[in-house]
């Protein structure tokens, strides 16, 4: 089974449209995330929920929001894309900072 | 704030050669370090974490890292290289911020394996 799991995987559209990202986690952790990897890899912290509450919003544009229906599950949904909203986003579990986070394969989001 | 360097941007290896990958981090309080490997289109695969105690950890593959608080590094080595070592390769420490925890990361360390 596995742990952290991201749908879709690949996700191509145009500007302006809105696309959502599902992720789903089955490790029965109480924090989830969402991070963001440009085209340099590297890779940021976007949200964090804890038990369906967001804790962590880090200065990301009010386009991208987060949903958690329950604990399992963190959802991206974006408005108007933009060009420069094209990178790769992992979701990712864990139980607390002192054990590491679980993270889910990826989804590539092209914005053409 | 936290804060991870890698200053590697690349690194070029003979397969069989010893590996290490060089990570410096910021951070007030106790640091929670971790490495993690991307392979090309994966996600990221835990290697090994440092949270307290023995200051050198072993991961999985065959790696190991060495917790230097005196240095504020957390160096991953391997002491013989296999071609599938190919990846990118993030350190990242884990900080505990105003309202919740994150992870922050190095810009990652991309390993290149010749034959």
């Known amino acids: 089974d596995t742990a952290v799991s991201q749908t879709p995987k690949y996700l191509v559209t145009q500007m302006g449209n809105d696309k959502s990202i599902k992720c789903e986690q089955n490790?029965?952790?109480?924090?989830m995330y969402w991070y963001k990897q440009d085209s340099k890899k590297f890779l940021k912290i976007m949200f964090s929920y804890n038990n369906k509450e967001l804790i962590i919003n880090e200065t990301v544009p009010n386009r991208f929001s987060p949903k958690s229906p329950d604990k399992a599950h963190l959802n991206l949904h974006i408005n108007s894309l933009e060009l420069g909203d094209s990178a790769v986003y992992f979701c990712?579990?864990?139980?607390?900072?002192?054990?590491?986070?679980?993270f889910g394969q990826g989804t590539r989001l092209t914005v053409v | 704030a936290q804060s991870v360097t890698q200053p590697d941007i690349h690194i070029t290896v003979s397969e069989g050669a010893s590996l290490e990958l060089r990570c410096n981090y910021s951070y007030g309080a106790t640091p929670y370090l971790f490495w993690y490997v991307q392979s090309p289109g994966q996600g990221l695969q835990l290697l090994l974490k440092y949270f307290s105690g023995d200051t050198l950890v072993q991961g999985i593959k065959g790696f190991e890292a060495e917790f230097k608080r005196s240095q504020s590094s957390f160096n991953l080595r391997k002491p013989s290289v296999h071609w599938s070592d190919a990846a990118e390769y993030f350190c990242?420490?884990?900080?505990?911020?105003?309202?919740?925890?994150?992870?922050?990361f190095g810009a990652g360390t991309i390993l290149r394996v010749k034959s």
């Open positions: 490790l029965g952790h109480d924090t």
């Open positions: 990242a420490v884990g900080a505990q911020g105003e309202y919740g925890n994150k992870l922050v």
């Open positions: 990712a579990s864990s139980q607390d900072r002192r054990t590491e986070a679980f």
